[in-house]
């Protein structure tokens, strides 16, 4: 990591806490957090499509040709699977891996909640064995179709299976750090985490 660190997740206003790993729902770029790893949404072919999520527009000017050179080489990929790659153009904001969550069939689809999913599933596995220690990752799915997607499913889908991962095994991540587009999108996936820790995690650790 270059010498801005990564500040310490439990001092976050707003984090919450899942025994280590603290999770943290912000507004901003997905390229603007301390984090040592980020989440791009992949298809199939591993090909960076036209992507939303703030941080991302403008991605190939960064070194994105080379991140989707090695996502390619690796097609075809499996929906619902997540593959760790290089984050060429990306170390001088901290970046060092690029997690590819497979969650759309083809280039443009709107992802499906089930591959949605189990690419968070996957996700966090693939960012725990590359030795990540802050994850950066947009709600996946919100922004495969402008205007169609009912967002709180994809929420829910997120805070569950992160829940579910956390729980199920000893991940060694410091932080989740989930960014949001909108504020809306940050409390309701706050929102929807603190619950969670308060119903499941709390009463059944």
Known sequence: MP???????????DAV????????AVVGDLLSQHADAVVFPANRRGVLGAISTPGLIGLRSLGGSEIEREAMARA???????????????????????VHAVVHRALGEPARIEDVRRGIAATLVAADRARVRALAIPPLGVDSGPGRITPGPFFDALVEE??????????????????CRFADHAEAVHDRFSRSRDRAWTTQR
């Open 3 to 13: 010498d801005q660190g990564i500040p310490d997740p439990f001092q976050h206003p």
């Open 17 to 24: 806490r899942f025994g280590r790993t603290a999770v943290i």
């Open 76 to 98: 075809p990929l499996e929906l619902g699977s997540a593959i760790v790659t290089g984050a060429t153009g990306l170390e001088s904001r901290g970046v060092q891996h690029v």
């Open 162 to 179: 992160t829940v579910a991962a956390l729980r199920r095994s000893t991940l060694r991540l410091d932080a989740v750090i989930v960014a």
